[in-house]
Nanobody, 123 residues
Framework: VQLQASGGGLVQAGGSLRLSCVAS????????MGWFRQAPGKEREFVAT?????YYADFVKGRFTISRDNAKNTVYLQMNSLKPEDTAVYYC????????????????????WGQGTQVTVSS
């Protein structure tokens, strides 16, 4: 399984970016997908998940939207109203299978990880 994330870049505060992650899995629709991020000197943290219950970290609620296109094996993260503190490397992750009554926000709940894409928000 390979995950290829893209869409990162440099943007001014208040701007928007859309990240994409293409997964090479046979049954993408059965996978829970997540986005995490890691800023310099900080631990990796959960951002959003889809598959099972869609769930967001509190610090992105109302600004970020996760979505998926199962026909394209792709998960997206639309990021609006970006802040300098959103600067980080963003990683997509996949989990084989999910429960419709749960959401997955812990790193160890995911089986596969992409290489990350850098998002830099200038003030």
């Amino acid at each position: 399984v390979q995950l290829q994330a893209s869409g990162g870049g440099l943007v001014q505060a208040g701007g928007s970016l859309r990240l994409s992650c293409v997964a090479s899995v046979r049954t993408f629709s059965n996978a829970a997908m997540g986005w995490f991020r890691q800023a310099p000197g900080k631990e990796r943290e959960f951002v959003a998940t889809i598959g099972g219950i869609t769930y967001y970290a509190d610090f992105v609620k109302g600004r970020f939207t996760i979505s998926r296109d199962n026909a394209k094996n792709t998960v997206y993260l639309q990021m609006n109203s970006l802040k300098p503190e959103d600067t980080a490397v963003y990683y997509c992750a996949a989990r084989g299978g999910y429960s419709g009554s749960k959401y997955y926000f812990r790193s160890y709940e995911y089986d596969y990880w992409g290489q990350g894409t850098q998002v830099t928000v200038s003030s």
